[in-house]
């Protein structure tokens, strides 16, 4: 028997990494029937067939942490990347993106991409991101800037890639190591969204020390994770650290009296943007709830 890490998986063929090579392999039929699916990141245990040379996955190690868009495990930082234009930031989607992150317990790395293309905006961001408790990190391909910040940020952690179409995920990790060699896409100038140009998820190798993932694009993240809009105020980092300083322990910090979060908000010490963000999932989450 070998262990490694999955790295890739297409077509129902799955490449795990050993200590001395990359080996495909198939799932064993026990994890069709226990409705298991191997992820990209799984440590595995795998069997090499002495008539054929194939691979065998004979067991998945238990696995510290998993996303569902895109389906990876055992990452242990999210770097969460956003343009600033072309196509526009959009706050809603990226504050979904760290509310998943949140509730995977990962590290979080704000990455706001092509800041040569409005520097003031990306400079609000950063601030805005930096103020709200996260790492943040501008980055231009075309100036090559940030990218050695980004790379330090990447060591001693496999990190997964994660944000929508277009926004230069693919460009970024090509910058920060050529012989990755990903598809980059054009943006549409019917839509200012891009392309889906990575087809499948993969592992890819930073250093000895450091892997990323990178994944396809998404547009939309479910928070189905939360069951009740009580839960929300635990992962909005600058709303959690106000949850204690609240008139009532019970506050979600929408109309209560006596809310510091809302105090806060006021006196601009949290973001406005972010706080409309999060009473929207609010609202979201409550409508679900209606329904069911």
């Known amino acids: 028997m070998n262990e490694g890490t999955i790295i890739k998986g297409i077509g129902g063929f799955y490449y795990v990494q ?7 392999c198939r799932a064993r039929g026990i994890f069709r029937e226990t409705n298991i699916t191997p992820l990209v990141g799984d440590r595995v245990r795998i069997r090499i067939s002495e008539e054929d040379g194939n691979g065998y996955i004979e067991e998945i190690f238990e696995r510290e942490s998993v996303l569902l868009r895109p389906p990876v495990a055992n990452v242990t930082q999210a ?20 509310v998943m992150a949140e509730e995977q317990e990962l590290e979080v790395l704000v990455c706001i991409n092509k800041c040569e293309l409005d520097r003031d905006g990306a ?50 990790l090509n910058s920060i190591n050529s012989n990755y060699d990903l598809e980059i896409g054009k943006i549409s100038l019917k839509t200012s ?21 990178d994944s396809p694009g998404f547009s939309s993240l479910n928070l189905d994770f939360i069951e009740d809009e009580t839960q929300l105020r635990f992962y909005f980092k600058d709303i959690e650290k106000y949850n204690d300083q609240c008139k ?26 972010r706080y409309k963000n999060y009473l929207m999932m609010i609202e979201e989450i409550k409508n679900r709830k209606r329904r069911y």
């Open 193 to 213: 969204r891009g392309k889906h140009t990575t087809r499948h998820v993969e592992l890819l190798k930073l250093n000895n020390n450091a892997y990323v993932l």
């Open 248 to 273: 009532f322990s019970s506050c979600i910090h929408v109309n209560e009296p006596g809310c510091a979060v809302k105090d806060a908000v006021e006196s601009n010490i949290i973001s406005r943007e």
């Open 18 to 24: 050993t200590e001395t090579e990359v080996v495909q």
């Open 123 to 172: 400079k609000q961001m950063e601030s805005i991101y930096t103020g709200a408790g996260y790492n943040t990190v501008l980055t231009s391909v075309k100036e090559q800037e940030g990218l050695a910040k980004l790379k330090n940020f990447m060591e001693d952690h496999i990190s997964v890639f994660a944000g929508p179409s277009g926004v230069g995920k693919s460009s970024l």
């Open 79 to 98: 770097v969460v990347v956003s343009s600033i234009k072309n196509p526009e930031l959009n706050t809603w989607l990226l504050d979904r993106m760290l």
